[in-house]
């Protein structure tokens, strides 16, 4: 039996890296092997949600899975930061992966219509509702959207250009320096200045990046483009054959599981 559009190794290697991620970020916030081995995982499930949108046989439960344990997920998720206290303004990923559905469905509409008026229409919409959790999080920075708009558009980037090995490396790497970028300019987020105002100051953020350290080492706060190593992986399992081995709902419940289960570790141990 095979599935379409589904790799359960690639699935079981985002689960196994999230999982060391997050032991990283609750039980040894000192290793950062840890959580450098943790960025393997956001791309992967970024890959899923883009080919799980576009080969789901039913989309209408394919988002009510990702709301109904994203809804799950949310009162461990709170907790799931390095002193293990409660943040009610964090939003778990399931809920961040539904909401890049919702921008895909708009990228779908402008990619496939055949008028040009629908065209005019969805393509400023997908591109509105992809910036609007990192516009939200400016304005209210308490308000915390996992990979905000950074993960919507690297989803985006697997559903455009499925197979074009190519395109979607030089744009991981131009989405890498965006986070950088878009981290700088929340960072640097100024009372007087609107979100879009505050992204023309490309000069000023260039330099403020600087200090934190170099984009090809890496480091700082360009750690998150270590994940392009995930990209070989993925190449790999888009190309075997697609042999399901792991129920469908495990992903999905792996996730407020294992998160529930390190927290009680802290608890405990700490």
């Known amino acids: 039996m095979t599935s379409k559009g589904r790799s359960d190794w690639l699935k ?13 970020v609750l039980l040894f916030p000192d290793a950062d092997v840890l959580r450098m081995i943790g960025r393997f995982a956001f791309p992967i499930f970024a890959w899923g949600i883009a080919r799980g949108f576009k080969y789901t046989r039913d989309r209408r439960k394919y988002m009510l899975l990702l709301f109904g344990f994203g809804a799950i997920s949310q ?21 961040q992966f539904l909401y890049s559905v919702v921008v895909l469905f708009a990228v779908e509409k402008a ?30 920075p308490q308000w915390t959207f996992s990979y905000g708009t950074y993960g919507i558009l690297m989803s985006v980037l697997f559903y455009l250009f499925e197979g074009k090995w190519l ?61 392009i190593l995930a990209l070989p992986f993925i190449k790999a399992g888009e190309a075997e054959p697609k042999r399901p081995f792991l129920p469908r709902l495990v992903a999905y419940s792996f996730y407020p599981i294992h998160i529930a289960l390190l927290l009680l570790i ?3 141990a700490f």
């Not at 079981?12 to 990283?24: E, K, Q, R, S, Y």
């Not at 965006?178 to 981290?183: C, E, V």
């Not at 609107?194 to 600087?210: G, P």
Request: hydrophobic residues 45%.
């Open 12 to 24: 079981l290697l985002a689960m196994v890296t999230m999982f060391i991620d997050h032991c990283g």
């Open 75 to 95: 009162i461990p998720y709170m907790w799931l930061n390095s002193r293990a206290s409660m943040d009610p303004y964090t939003i778990n990923q399931l809920w």
């Open 111 to 140: 990619q496939k219509s055949e008028r040009g008026w629908t065209k005019l229409f969805f393509a400023p919409l997908a591109l509105m509702l992809a910036f609007l959790p990192d516009a939200a999080r400016y304005y209210y």
């Open 167 to 227: 395109q979607i490396v030089i744009g991981y790497f131009a989405l890498s320096y965006f986070y950088g970028y878009s981290s700088i300019v929340f960072l640097s987020r100024q009372p007087d200045l609107s979100y879009f105002q505050s992204y023309l100051n490309v000069s000023q953020h260039l330099n403020t990046l600087k200090r934190y350290g170099s984009y090809f080492q890496m480091s700082g706060i360009f750690s998150q483009s270590l994940s």
């Open 266 to 268: 802290r608890f405990i």
